[in-house]
């Protein structure tokens, strides 16, 4: 889109639009149909991940939190916690989805911002989870790769810190 004088819009279905129509006059007209079927595939997965992905997540978290002996969690129908997980989403969502509905680039800058700062707890959550006892230590990274991740991490509150300093 650059030199041609027009702007991304701001709100998500015309923003969609202009995104296609970018690919297909910049390929041809004839991927404008891959492209769409590529772009619902990738939203329908990253929906579906979410929805289902980040409820099991957290049902393990509070099992293993629950249990003496972690490693004693078996496979199991979707429990309470799952379904409160998925409740919460999907109030969490319509609230993010009302709060933005007209305003594509507002939300953006939100989850850029929520990424920005849950990015080093998640990243230190991971590192504890590799270097915990239960994990054999063949498993466990090795001195080098434990001080990479601690440099990872402040490098990635460093950038969140950069980036809500320079919203205001």
């Not at 590529?38 to 629950?66: C, H, Y």
């Not at 997980?85 to 969490?92: E, G, M, T, Y």
Request: net charge neutral; glycine share 10%.
């Amino acid at each position: 889109m650059f030199g041609t004088g027009e702007s991304l819009s701001p709100a998500g279905t015309v923003f969609s639009t202009q995104l296609v129509d970018l690919y297909s006059q910049t390929l041809g007209t004839w991927m404008r149909s891959i492209v769409l079927v590529a772009v619902v595939t990738t939203m329908f997965s990253t929906t579906l991940t979410v929805v289902d992905g980040f409820p099991r997540g957290i049902e393990r978290a509070v099992q293993n939190l629950r249990l003496s002996e972690p490693g004693l969690i078996t496979a199991q129908a979707a429990g309470k916690p799952y379904w409160i997980s998925v409740a919460i989403l999907a109030v969490a969502t319509v609230v993010v989805l009302a709060l933005f509905i007209g305003n594509l680039t507002t939300m953006v800058d939100f989850a850029t911002i929520v990424s920005f700062m849950t990015a080093p707890a998640l990243g230190y959550l991971n590192l504890r989870a590799v270097t915990a006892s239960e994990v054999p230590a063949e498993f466990r990274p090795g001195r080098g790769m434990v001080t990479l991740s601690w440099v990872g991490l402040v490098l990635l509150g460093g950038v969140g810190i950069v980036y809500l300093v320079s919203l205001f």
